[in-house]
């Protein structure tokens, strides 16, 4: 099945007062200089394949200076079927506090219904990171990626972190001696119902990886890749095996909150012993499957969406680019015309700004 973004829509994001873009069902390059906002655009189609403003620290900061409220509305064809997907952010002076709203054909909708009606694979310089990036940021990373995918998921996830939230504060009380262990029992049961299923999701999203990366990574030249995923099992045991540790702290020290993974060369961890080439390859590889997986799971091709990114590859990880655009519809940003392959040129609607 082809899914593809035909138009887009801006009002009042950063720097796009008022913006409108009509797609190619291939290729489509925007050019422009450093600041012209051309990142802008593309956090906008990954906002609306995951719901979240990845470059904002807060929603606050994606509405044009001297406005309240912020739009985006894009359509969306599925072979033959169409919808609108919107969102849009609102601040409210008074409190400084902004609202943000999901609408699929003009209906709001909660976000993980939102979810699931676009999909995407963004990669960008801070892409090239994920290997020596924090923890935090890699889970963020496949939260993005199952939650795409999963509903369930994408459902359990938010759950799951305000069940962590509270229980945390119920470790303080009892810390104070403002509460006892009991209360702890609820939220301990909530807890393993959602983090359980999490991690199940993440073995399955790591298993999938493992059998595909060999083959991507092996055409750049690194055969023995591999993801260790590092769970942080969650189990009733476990939960009181640390108990005590988690009153002394404050803080729950176990459970999906606190996973990682790491990327091996060899069995060598590429975070400590990896060069800048081997964690391009790397970054790029895990980019490929991730493209696999959500074909997989949705039986539809992801966007590609690729941020600035040539500037950062030599010659052969271009040439894999390449045809990794030839199959589904990508959206290529670039300061530099030269820097963009000839053929992905020759082939693209391109946009100046």
């Known amino acids: 099945m082809t899914m593809t973004i035909k138009s887009l829509r801006l009002k009042n994001f950063r720097n796009h007062k008022n913006a409108h873009f009509t797609f190619s069902e291939g290729a489509n390059l925007i050019l422009g200089p450093n600041g012209s906002g051309k990142s802008n655009i593309l956090e906008v189609l990954y906002f609306l394949a995951v719901g979240n403003f990845i470059k904002a620290g807060v929603d606050k ?3 044009s200076y001297n406005e309240d409220f912020c739009r985006t509305d894009a359509v969306i064809v599925e072979n033959e079927d169409s919808a609108m997907l919107s969102g849009s952010v609102v601040w409210i002076n008074k409190t400084d506090k902004t609202v943000k709203s999901y609408e699929v054909n003009k209906i709001k909708r909660l976000k993980n219904k939102f979810l699931g009606n676009f999909y995407a694979v963004l990669f960008t310089p801070e892409s090239l990171e994920l290997v020596t990036d924090s923890p935090s940021l890699r889970r963020e990373y496949v939260d993005f990626v199952l939650s795409q995918v999963d509903f369930k998921y ?3 996830k ?3 972190e305000k069940v962590i939230r509270n229980r945390n504060k119920v470790l303080e009380k009892i810390r104070n001696r403002e509460a006892s262990q009991t209360q702890l029992d609820y939220w301990d049961i909530k ?3 959602y983090g359980k ?3 199940e999701k993440r073995d399955e999203f790591f298993n999938f990886i493992n059998s595909n990366i060999a083959e991507s990574a092996g055409t750049l030249g690194l055969k023995t890749l ?4 590092l769970r942080s099992s969650i189990s009733k045991d476990r939960l009181e095996e640390y108990k005590l540790k988690d009153i002394k702290a404050g803080l729950t020290l176990t459970g999906p909150h606190r996973d990682d993974f790491e990327f091996l060369l060899s ?3 590429l975070k400590y012993f990896g060069s800048r080439g081997e964690h391009r390859t790397t970054s790029l590889s895990l980019k490929m499957c991730e493209l696999k997986f959500i074909k997989n799971k949705t039986g539809i091709r992801p966007a590609l969406l690729l941020d600035d990114i040539f500037s950062e590859l030599d010659g052969n990880h271009r040439k894999t680019v390449i045809e990794l655009c030839k199959t589904q519809q990508t959206v ?3 300061a530099d015309k030269n820097l963009v392959p000839e053929p992905l040129i020759k082939n693209a609607r391109t946009f100046f700004l």
């Open 332 to 334: 290529i940003t670039s």
């Open 61 to 63: 900061d994606v509405i």
């Open 158 to 160: 938010p759950l799951y």
């Open 197 to 199: 299923f999490i991690q």
């Open 154 to 156: 994408r459902t359990y």
């Open 267 to 269: 069995k060598r961890n």
């Open 191 to 193: 807890a393993l119902e």
């Open 226 to 229: 591999n993801i260790s995923y």
